[in-house]
């Protein structure tokens, strides 16, 4: 069994910064792609950001390219998402997620695992 723990969410205000981290349980970490997602009230859950086992490669979601960065740490058995300039719209529950396919998805279908997820509230 994996378990995800997310952490580092908040109250920020517009253009400020946050960095959520998020801790797996398990040996098998570095075999997996791992991924974060986002869900606001009234909307489904919607991509992030993406990043391969090895964290050579990585896949953002067009709404946050450039402002948001995905890193992971397979020493520490954690995945990291820096968020810059944040907006309002960027407001939700932030969740990482396990990915289960071999050439990485945007589709949350594609991720077995999930953690409790971190509300970030970006509000001036």
């Known amino acids: 069994q994996v378990q995800l723990v997310e952490s580092g969410g908040g109250l920020v205000q517009p253009g400020g910064s946050l960095r959520l981290s998020c801790a797996a349980s398990?040996?098998?970490?570095?075999?997996?792609?791992m991924g974060w997602f986002r869900q606001s009230p009234g909307k489904e859950r919607e991509f992030v950001a993406r990043?391969?086992?090895?964290?050579?490669?990585?896949l953002y979601a067009d709404s946050v390219k450039g402002r948001f960065t995905i890193a992971r740490d397979n020493a520490k058995n954690t995945v990291y998402l820096q968020m810059n300039s944040l907006k309002p719209e960027d407001t939700a529950v932030y969740y990482c997620?396990?990915?289960?396919?071999?050439?990485?998805?945007?589709?949350?279908?594609?991720?077995?695992?999930w953690g409790q997820g971190t509300q970030v509230t970006v509000s001036s």
């Open positions: 990043i391969s086992r090895s964290g050579g490669g990585t």
């Open positions: 997620a396990r990915d289960r396919t071999a050439g990485g998805t945007r589709s949350s279908a594609g991720y077995d695992y």
């Open positions: 398990g040996r098998t970490f570095c075999s997996y792609g």
